[in-house]
T-cell receptor, first 110, second 114 residues
Framework: GQQVMQIPQYQHVQEGEDFTTYCNSSTTLSNIQWYKQRPGGHPVFLIQLVKSGEVKKQKRLTFQFGEAKKNSSLHITATQTTDVGTYFCAGPSGANNLFFGTGTRLTVIP | KAGVTQTPRYLIKTRGQQVTLSCSPISGHRSVSWYQQTPGQGLQFLFEYFSETQRNKGNFPGRFSGRQFSNSRSEMNVSTLELGDSALYLC?????????????FGPGTRLTVL
């Protein structure tokens, strides 16, 4: 079956350092979405990438979709304590199902 | 627009009991998906409803069921609760016909089974 793996599973960074999480799918994805879940909260949509090689930026966050549309990355520049949370990637599985990756839990040390 | 709402927010049950959770999607959204989130298994898809029909189902036992009403509100039911059913149950709604579009999550119902 489809698998979406994220690495690393956990990441601790000093405030101000950069952070990157990688998402790898066993199958080609028509699109990929990224979500953020704060501790004690629920997943919140961040962005969707559709095109091969697409790069999108949201302030300090940079999202990339691989050329083969099987991998993606999220890079945060100069992390802040507000970036703390778990970041999930998600891709379509069939017509009516979104398959979530395993998530990367980010801790930012002030 | 009001967001996705879920009730109750917290629930404590004992083994063998059953539970019903409720989800009201964002107004105008017709697709509602349910997920189970546990520390060990992450976010796992339970099922998805659209226009009162279950369109897709995850790999969960038959004790987990759901339904959707004509106003798009959805309920999920878990019968004969087991300790392993303790989890955060999230519902999410989508604006389009395909639930693979952006999911808007509710705050979740945290179920504890004793």
């Amino acid at each position: 079956g489809q698998q979406v793996m994220q690495i690393p599973q956990y990441q601790h960074v000093q405030e101000g350092e950069d952070f990157t999480t990688y998402c790898n799918s066993s199958t080609t994805l028509s699109n990929i979405q990224w979500y953020k879940q704060r501790p004690g909260g629920h997943p919140v949509f961040l962005i969707q990438l559709v095109k091969s090689g697409e790069v999108k930026k949201q302030k300090r966050l940079t999202f990339q979709f691989g050329e083969a549309k099987k991998n993606s990355s999220l890079h945060i520049t100069a992390t802040q304590t507000t970036d703390v949370g778990t970041y999930f990637c998600a891709g379509p599985s069939g017509a009516n199902n979104l398959f979530f990756g395993t998530g990367t839990r980010l801790t930012v040390i002030p | 627009k009001a967001g996705v709402t879920q009730t109750p927010r917290y629930l404590i049950k004992t083994r063998g009991q059953q539970v019903t959770l409720s989800c009201s999607p964002i107004s105008g959204h017709r697709s509602v998906s349910w997920y189970q989130q546990t520390p060990g298994q992450g976010l796992q898809f339970l099922f998805e409803y659209f226009s009162e029909t279950q369109r897709n189902k995850g790999n969960f036992p038959g004790r987990f069921s759901g339904r959707q009403f004509s106003n798009s509100r959805s309920e999920m039911n878990v019968s004969t609760l087991e300790l392993g059913d303790s989890a955060l149950y999230l519902c999410a709604s989508s604006s389009r016909d395909r639930s693979t579009d952006t999911q808007y999550f509710g705050p979740g119902t945290r179920l504890t089974v004793l």
